[in-house]
């Protein structure tokens, strides 16, 4: 196999990130490709949730993904090792989040011609990455168990800007106080809108209607 | 009880942070309190961990908290219910770390000539809050289980600028892909002088470990 390819991105020198992510919108939607930005806490499961999200979709439509980190390239191998499609990993240089600029530029080395949808898995945290729009169709994010139940209370913009919410790590539900129907409440005080996916990305439970959400998305970006 | 004061702080005016953190810590020193800047993912475990080391330390030493957070007052509320001690909830107006002036308008709010220890509950970040310097002593930042053994990989600044990195959650250890021993080689290739504290907040096992070293800690800042 090759070697994951890592692109070190630079930071972005564009003023108006609104303006620059709805140029990017605008470029894939001519391309017919469409962009998920997912978020997360470090170690909420993103890849593992990734590489069964792309084992029920990758023979329905062309998909690859950017794995966005500090450093290293676990992610991107990972991914590349467990599925086979287009994986290539973006290094920040330090920074905590990606734009639209950056993610245009980690854009510039897959082959979106080739592609329905592709996946950024933006740096863990589950603060600035909320702050920037990165120029993607829509934004998910993960919160596992053993996070707790709580995070829509204190990270209120991160839960305001994602359309779903996968809540990971199900099956250790027993070892934690986690409640899944405050969890529910709490994100909807933030986004009353927000659809809320239980799943476990280990066993691969309830990750087809995440699949499902995305297939469907994927196919009405195309055809509207 | 009376209820929890919160503290909106301001974003810093202060063009060099290594200055003012400097200036703060020497203050601190004539005072002889000490303070300590504990960081995490959000959901490691970093509140629980605090009950727990106040518990074993308030009876030998005079400790107040600062609970930084984007929103909400859930963690000061939690402290002070728990332990008694002064408490405070710093929210930082969708900033996503403390610098060390933000940490000085904490400061301001608490009897520092009471006080022997102050511990600054960082916001749930394992990317921007270590780049800035608080004005703290030490540093020391929670992993917990769940979110596997490679973070030193993924965030090496974090793990670099920190003295002790407690491994919280042990005793879900059977339930995740975690390995300790790795992990302890990942910190140290980060920064070979960490000392790594595996504990469990939920049982209080191996937090006296960590109380022990702050004690020490303590003891020695006041006596220098």
């Not at 992510?21 to 490709?33: I, Y």
């Amino acid at each position: 196999m090759d070697p994951v390819r890592v692109i070190e991105i630079k930071k972005s020198v564009f003023a108006d990130n609104e303006l620059d992510a709805n140029n990017l919108r605008n470029e894939l939607k001519t391309k017919g490709v469409y962009l998920l930005n997912l978020m997360s806490s470090p170690g909420s499961g993103k890849t593992t949730t990734l590489i069964r999200t792309i084992g029920l979709l990758k023979d329905k439509i062309r998909m690859a993904v950017m794995e966005a980190d500090i450093d290293s390239d676990v992610d991107a191998v990972k991914i590349k090792e467990a599925t086979g499609i287009q994986s290539i990993q973006l290094h920040t240089g330090g920074m905590c989040h990606l734009d639209a600029e950056m993610t245009r530029q980690g854009l510039d080395n897959v082959s979106l011609d080739q592609l329905d949808l592709v996946i950024l898995e933006n740096v863990g945290n589950l603060v600035c990455p909320a702050e920037f729009d990165t120029g993607a169709v829509s934004s998910a994010m993960i919160l596992s168990v053993p996070e707790g139940h709580d995070k829509p209370l204190k990270y209120p913009l991160m839960f305001s800007v994602c359309d779903v919410v996968v809540v990971n790590k199900m099956d250790v539900l027993p070892y934690f106080d986690f409640d899944l129907e405050k969890c529910k409440a709490y994100v909807h005080m933030r986004n009353p809108k927000a659809t809320v996916i239980p799943i476990c990305a280990k066993t691969g439970e309830g990750v087809e209607v995440f699949a499902q959400w995305l297939l469907d998305e994927v196919t009405k970006w195309k055809q509207q």
